[in-house]
């Protein structure tokens, strides 16, 4: 089959479509033909040498894909070849076919095609895992998204929306910020001309965000902590200020706040299937009816991979995705 295999560590030229071996579907597993794959800032860290994949994955980019199954390993059921799913990965989404612990499949909504439901797995399971299952953001408290012009804020904002909460954004610009309104944002705060934690405060007279769901990691730790009401929580999922920073303990002890970090990509398979479970039980429905859609900003054919690396990294809104 051809992938999306990298010469080297370093810039989008360094991805290549070329021919790599057929995977197979061992035991547990599904093999998928590939129609679409979500492209996300994961996939770039992974370019540039700094995310390596977990040992006894594909090499290749590509956390999330959706197209038809192709073949099921020993000891798979409920699936059958034909059905159309999307899938979250560990690796090896930028490519023709990858094989799949069944316990990370799920169908495609109803009245989403395949292209869009390449988007959906490895966000919806982020922000689920995260923001719910982690955070515990509950009906009538505040979530603050940093960057939620982006395909984990987009969803975000819609999912917190749709369990009743209040949702604040920072985003670069009007036109990033109007997108957000649109999809139910009520705090918009333009991170280059305002002071977030200022304007999370007087948006709740004071009190500060419950829960804040953190792409940026080490620039913004101690004001993340200033912004943080009582007994919140602060999810980092992403580290793109930077990895170290001076934690104040003292001001997070008088919130009586916490931190928390994770990533899905290494985490086991039962866990990330269990995380599977909950979110077709929860998140599908939505999608069903039409609550929570995904926000395509372009396509690109999925050997111009390079192309699509350097649109997510310069100005875009939602997610890019791979097609084929």
Same mark, same amino acid.
């Given at each position: 089959?051809?992938?999306?295999?990298?010469?080297?560590?370093?810039?989008?030229?360094?991805?290549?479509?070329?021919?790599?071996?057929?995977?197979?579907? !061992?035991?547990?597993?599904?093999?998928?033909?590939?129609?679409?794959? &979500?492209?996300?800032?994961?996939?770039?860290?992974?370019?540039?040498?700094?995310?390596?994949?977990?040992?006894?994955?594909?090499?290749?980019?590509?956390?999330?894909?959706?197209?038809?199954?192709?073949?099921?390993?020993?000891?798979?059921?409920?699936?059958?070849?034909?059905?159309?799913?999307?899938?979250?990965?560990?690796?090896?989404?930028?490519?023709?076919?990858?094989?799949?612990?069944?316990?990370?499949?799920?169908?495609?909504?109803?009245?989403?095609?395949?292209?869009?439901? &390449?988007?959906?797995?490895?966000?919806?399971?982020?922000?689920?895992?995260?923001?719910?299952?982690?955070?515990?953001?509950?009906? !009538? /408290?505040?979530?603050?998204?940093? =960057?939620?012009?982006?395909?984990? !804020?987009?969803?975000?904002?819609?999912?917190?929306?749709?369990?009743?909460?209040?949702?604040?954004?920072?985003?670069? =610009?009007?036109?990033?910020?109007?997108?957000?309104?649109?999809?139910?944002?009520?705090?918009?705060?333009?991170?280059?001309?305002?002071?977030?934690?200022?304007?999370?405060?007087?948006?709740?007279? !004071?009190?500060?965000?419950?829960?804040?769901?953190?792409?940026? =990691?080490?620039?913004?730790?101690?004001?993340?902590?200033?912004?943080?009401?009582?007994?919140?929580?602060?999810?980092?999922?992403?580290?793109? &200020?930077?990895?170290?920073? /001076?934690?104040?303990?003292?001001?997070?002890?008088?919130?009586? =706040?916490?931190?928390?970090?994770?990533?899905?990509?290494?985490?086991?398979?039962?866990?990330?299937?269990?995380?599977?479970?909950?979110?077709?039980?929860?998140?599908?429905?939505?999608?069903?009816?039409?609550?929570?859609?995904?926000?395509?900003?372009?396509?690109?054919?999925?050997?111009?991979?390079?192309?699509?690396?350097?649109?997510? /990294?310069?100005?875009?809104?939602?997610?890019?995705?791979?097609?084929?």
């Amino acid at each position: 089959m051809y992938a999306i295999s990298m010469t080297e560590p370093g810039g989008p030229e360094v991805l290549v479509w070329t021919q790599v071996p057929d995977p197979e579907a !061992g035991e547990g597993e599904v093999l998928v033909d590939v129609a679409a794959a &979500g492209v996300n800032r994961a996939d770039v860290l992974q370019r540039q040498g700094l995310y390596a994949p977990p040992p006894g994955t594909p090499p290749y980019p590509g956390l999330e894909c959706a197209g038809r199954v192709a073949a099921v390993g020993p000891g798979v059921t409920g699936w059958n070849v034909g059905d159309e799913v999307c899938a979250l990965l560990a690796g090896g989404g930028y490519a023709e076919r990858v094989a799949v612990p069944a316990g990370q499949l799920l169908p495609v909504p109803a009245g989403i095609d395949l292209v869009t439901a &390449g988007a959906l797995p490895e966000v919806l399971c982020t922000v689920w895992s995260n923001v719910f299952a982690g955070a515990r953001l509950a009906a !009538g /408290e505040t979530l603050l998204v940093h =960057g939620g012009a982006s395909g984990i !804020g987009t969803a975000a904002i819609q999912l917190a929306k749709a369990s009743g909460a209040r949702v604040a954004v920072t985003a670069g =610009g009007p036109e990033k910020l109007a997108r957000c309104a649109e999809l139910g944002a009520d705090v918009l705060i333009d991170y280059r001309e305002q002071d977030f934690v200022a304007e999370i405060k007087a948006a709740t007279d !004071g009190r500060g965000a419950d829960v804040i769901l953190d792409i940026i =990691g080490a620039k913004y730790l101690a004001r993340n902590i200033d912004a943080l009401a009582p007994n919140g929580r602060i999810t980092v999922i992403g580290f793109q &200020g930077g990895v170290k920073a /001076e934690l104040n303990l003292q001001a997070l002890m008088a919130k009586r =706040g916490s931190i928390a970090s994770a990533s899905l990509r290494a985490r086991p398979v039962a866990e990330k299937s269990a995380i599977v479970a909950e979110v077709r039980e929860n998140v599908w429905p939505l999608l069903a009816d039409g609550r929570v859609r995904t926000v395509v900003d372009r396509t690109f054919p999925m050997d111009e991979a390079a192309d699509a690396h350097r649109a997510l /990294e310069g100005d875009h809104t939602g997610k890019i995705i791979l097609t084929r």
